[in-house]
């Protein structure tokens, strides 16, 4: 998109779609997607203050925004601006909303809380305007989260357990006899004396299965979540993850939130909802730092599995994160940066970064929950 392109886009934004006759977005079918998703959420705003656009004075078009298959509502509209306007524009949008145009349903009105229904989206945006809630509305947000939190973990926990408490163990025969358990390859081995060369068929005397292994010697998990805004829905599914694997019987989980400073919630890391109600979104990052605290909390390498979730956004130094990191792996624990945990697992990161610290063998990537406990069940295996 040329520069020209870009002003004549910014224009269109201001103007609004009423100007879309001699007016129009330029750029791919993507960006034109994008640019139109913009427009549909600054039309919600403005239209919100009057019932008609304020930004087309002496105009009384009742105009309606939002004209895309979903109707927006405030808890979508704060998610999008979120998504699609730089920062520094989001947050303009959102002083607007709250103190020009009022929109304060989700911050002043504990009835209109409770009748959203509970999901994703309203848990993200609880999460960015915790701080402005009080009283009543920030218990019924609370409540929010704990439901989120707990439908996530209902939808994840049995499939996470089986990929992590599922894996064989070749070792020893199980008295349960079932077809998953059959140990196809022992089963063959130990009756190929019964082979019956005349009839050209293997005779089975003993049927062999194996069994899938119940306790552990325990792994210390350590789990560094990074809560720069970028992160949000990684935040959310890492501390839901961290309550599942809390309650596995081999793990002792250590959990840390982190920006520039570093907030040690172990404590708290079967209880999702109290670490959400934690997290402070937003301001710098020092992951080498984050590192550095969680490399005092291994005690035996060989038996530690370090995941720092993150975007590898560094805002200090990247030389004292990559020789923290490098300790960290030469000690011999399992160092892994998951750059996204969520259920798209779209990971926005800085490559470069990241490329280094694969270098030097950390595993760098973007995972869903399901995909985390198959990665989890083949460390410990």
Partial sequence: ??????????????????????????????????????????????????????????????????????????????????????????????????????????????????????????????????????????????????????????????????????????????????????????????????????????????????????????WRVIIAIDESGSMLGSVIYSAVMAQIISKLPFADVKLVIFDTSIVDLSGQAEDPAEILMSVQLGGGTDIGRALAYCEQLIETPAKTCVLCVTDLYEGAPQRYLLNTSRNIIESGAKLNFLTALDETANPAYDRQLGQKLANMGAFVGALTPEQLGDYIGRIFS
Avoid: C
């Fill in 1 to 218: 998109m040329t520069t020209e392109e870009q002003v004549l886009n910014r224009w269109r934004l201001i103007l609004g779609k009423q100007s879309d006759k001699d007016l129009h977005f330029n750029g791919s079918d993507r960006e034109i997607k994008g640019l139109e998703d913009m427009e549909n959420l600054l039309e919600y705003l403005y239209e919100q203050a009057s019932g008609e656009d304020v930004r087309q004075e002496g105009e009384s078009t009742g105009r309606k925004g939002g004209n895309g298959k979903s109707k927006l509502n405030a808890a979508k509209w704060i998610t999008k601006v979120r998504e699609l306007f730089p920062k520094q524009t989001a947050e303009v949008l959102e002083k607007q909303a709250l103190e020009e145009f009022h929109i304060t349903e989700l911050l002043t009105d504990k009835k209109v809380l409770e009748q959203i229904q509970p999901d994703m989206n309203l848990l993200k945006t609880v999460l960015q305007l915790k701080h402005l809630m009080s009283g009543e509305v920030l218990e019924t947000a609370k409540m929010i989260a704990q439901k989120v939190a707990d439908q996530l973990r209902e939808k994840l926990e049995n499939d996470i357990k089986r990929s992590i408490l599922g894996r064989i163990d070749r070792n020893s025969s199980s008295p349960v006899h079932s077809a998953r358990n059959l140990d196809i390859k022992k089963t063959i081995r130990r009756n190929l004396k019964n082979y019956d060369p005349e009839s050209g068929q293997l005779i089975l005397q003993d049927i062999y299965f194996n069994n899938r292994v119940k306790k552990y010697s325990t």
